[in-house]
């Protein structure tokens, strides 16, 4: 809901270029713990003062509760393309991100997902990605129609420069909904392989990708429990999933001190 999306701050994969809940919440009506009935901001982009919106979206209901929300609406884009870059390890599918990065290319989306996460996801319900493939990264780039034509060749440039594998346009609307349901539903697909996931979430720097990367593959070595990744690589926003069993003896304390 969007009440709930106000009370977490929520984004998602579209983050990258648009922001969180807080760049698009304009005003809020606010019940607060006494009793009182506040509005902060309403119709206008800016308000003056203290950012009083900021300090509330994200606050949980811990500050009131929300009653009504002005949201700021942006026009539906022209065109949008989506691309999925294949490649053979990890590690260049997060030098492709920071290839990006490094030339100022700001797609809406830039997602990624391990060989782990893509057969997850063709089991439970085939969206179109290699199982084969040790990494993908899903770009999305929208807006005027020769803005996206520029930024999608930059991007398939860069994917091509760090070794991709492949590199395909999503033929049609339908190729394109099939891609994102994947990769919105790679977490229910996870649950299939487990009977519990801990999930760890964490910001890195997008240089720090591949390091980062190779390290939470060491850790779960050393660990012993599977680890899958599926994240917002644009902004370094990272989801390692530990699977584990909650009914077996001492995996709790051994799986939160792996996260750690």
């Avoid at 902060?40 to 009083?52: E, I, T």
């Avoid at 990624?112 to 969206?127: F, K, Q, Y």
């Avoid at 919105?184 to 979430?201: E, H, M, N, Q, S």
């Avoid at 012993?224 to 990272?238: E, K, Y």
Wanted: aromatic share 4%; proline share 4%; hydrophobic share 40%.
């Amino acid at each position: 809901t969007i009440g709930g999306n106000v009370g977490e701050n929520s984004g998602g994969p579209h983050t990258l270029r648009y922001g969180v809940t807080t760049n698009h919440t304009l005003g809020l009506e606010v019940v607060l713990p006494g009793g009182d009935i506040v509005q902060l901001g309403g119709n206008a982009v800016d308000s003056p003062g203290y950012d009083l919106i900021g300090l509330l979206v994200g606050s949980e209901g811990t500050l009131g509760i929300v009653t009504k929300i002005w949201v700021r609406l942006v026009p539906i884009n022209e065109t949008v393309k989506t691309i999925l870059a294949v490649f053979a390890s990890m590690e260049d599918a997060s030098s492709a991100v920071a290839g990006m990065i490094a030339q100022r290319i700001v797609p809406a989306a830039i997602e990624m997902m391990d060989n782990l996460t893509i057969r997850a996801i063709e089991s439970r319900s085939p969206s179109g990605y290699p199982v084969e493939a040790e990494g993908v990264v899903l770009i999305e780039v929208d807006g005027v129609r020769e803005e996206v034509e520029a930024q999608s060749e930059a991007v398939q440039q860069v994917c091509r420069d760090t070794r991709a594998l492949s590199v395909r346009l999503a033929r049609d609307e339908a190729e394109r909904a099939a891609l994102w349901a994947g990769r919105k539903g790679a977490f229910a697909a996870i649950g299939r392989l487990t009977p519990d996931y801990y999930t760890v979430d964490g910001v890195v720097p997008r240089t720090r990708l591949p390091a980062t990367l190779a390290r939470i593959q060491e850790i779960s070595r050393e660990s012993g429990f599977r680890i899958a990744n599926v994240f917002h690589a644009g902004d370094g926003n990272l989801h390692p999933l530990i699977m584990w069993d909650a009914d077996e003896a001492g995996a709790e304390e051994r799986v939160i001190d792996t996260g750690a």
